[in-house]
């Protein structure tokens, strides 16, 4: 019972941290309102019936979140200042970086929970065999960790890309030779008259 | 009490675009009741008989939406202060959504109607 109320803490709290993900001015208005939402839904989507039911409630929970990004961005920034400055707000903001947390943050919560129901690893099978050692705390450990090496690793590729300015062939890609050839057009017309 | 009041003023017609379905079956839980978003979930999945699941963020993603196009105003009072959480918000249908709602409603329904007449339809629901 109180190793099902701790992880249903911890789902919250996951799920809280995953509500950092929405823009600003939307999670402000609605973060904790989408939070209580997922406390009143967590106890009858998630628990009691089983792994199968708790993966489907997550997958259901994660697919759900993934489209709202997506809109909620678009609604955000794409009818301010059109599509250049939404390639370039994305390129430069913090989001590259929390995207990649955060997909290394689901795998890592994915995998700790799937320790939990997977006795063969060994070194999770001696932890929990240590009297000491609950289930929870060896989820919350391997959270952790993975959670840990995802920032590490997810501020090294913002940091790289931003140094050697990774986003700027992508820009160019799309926007730049549009203009590019336009005002080449515009001197050829000229020189022509 | 209702907490900001749209400015928006606009008709709903017929000749407006099909509303999303996730707004349609949200101003559909709407329309006769107060409620706050877990119980327009609930309602939702319910009247949709469970075909239609709206999690936090799609649901709060349509009210959004909803809010600033004045489908819908966040109530101050709590309909039932006692029975509920005062975190909870409420939200209640405006005439712009109760039009909105009519409009889709008469669009859907003309739309059941002519599937009905084609022969197609006619053929399976004779077999």
């Given at each position: 019972m109180a190793d099902r109320e701790s992880t249903g803490k911890a789902s919250e709290?996951?799920?809280?941290?995953?509500?950092?993900?929405?823009?600003p001015g939307f999670r402000l208005l609605f973060g904790p309102d989408m939070t209580q939402v997922f406390r009143d839904v967590y106890p009858r989507g998630a628990r009691g019936k089983g792994f199968g039911r708790y993966l489907a409630f997550w997958f259901w929970t994660l697919s759900d979140l993934a489209c709202s990004l997506f809109r909620e961005w678009g609604q955000t920034l794409l009818p301010?200042?059109?599509i250049d400055a939404f390639i370039q707000t994305l390129?430069?903001?913090?989001?590259?970086?929390?995207?990649?947390f955060s997909i290394v943050l689901v795998q890592g919560y994915v995998y700790a929970v799937l320790t939990e129901f997977?006795?063969?690893?060994?070194?999770?099978?001696?932890?929990?065999?240590?009297?000491?050692?609950?289930?929870?705390d060896l989820i919350v450990v391997t959270a952790i960790a993975a959670c840990s090496l995802g920032m590490v690793s997810a501020m090294a590729a913002w940091a790289i890309a931003r140094n050697n300015r990774l986003h700027d062939p992508i820009i160019k890609l799309f926007l730049v030779p549009k203009t590019e050839v336009s005002i080449a057009r515009t001197q050829e017309f000229n020189q022509a008259l | 009490?209702?907490?900001n009041e749209p400015k928006t003023t606009g008709r709903f017609s017929s000749a407006q675009p099909p509303l999303a379905p996730a707004v349609f079956y949200i101003l559909l839980a709407l329309a006769d009741?107060?409620?706050?978003?877990?119980?327009?979930m609930q309602r939702v999945r319910a009247r949709s008989a469970g075909a239609v699941r709206l999690g936090p963020g799609t649901l709060y993603g349509a009210l959004s939406r909803m809010l600033?196009?004045?489908?819908?105003?966040?109530?101050?009072d709590r309909p039932d202060?006692?029975?509920?959480?005062?975190?909870?918000r409420y939200y209640r249908s405006t005439d712009r959504g109760n039009r909105a709602l009519a409009a889709e409603a008469k669009r859907l329904g003309d739309l059941a109607r002519l599937a009905h007449a084609t022969r197609a339809v006619r053929e399976l629901k004779q077999a």
């Open positions: 709290r996951f799920y809280e941290c995953l509500l950092l993900l929405y823009p301010v200042e059109g390129a430069d903001s913090t989001a590259v970086p929390i995207g990649i997977s006795q063969d690893v060994a070194w999770a099978a001696s932890v929990s065999s240590n009297p000491g050692v609950s289930s929870t | 009490m209702i907490k009741r107060d409620l706050h978003g877990y119980a327009i600033k196009e004045g489908l819908i105003v966040e109530l101050e202060p006692e029975m509920d959480d005062a975190r909870r």
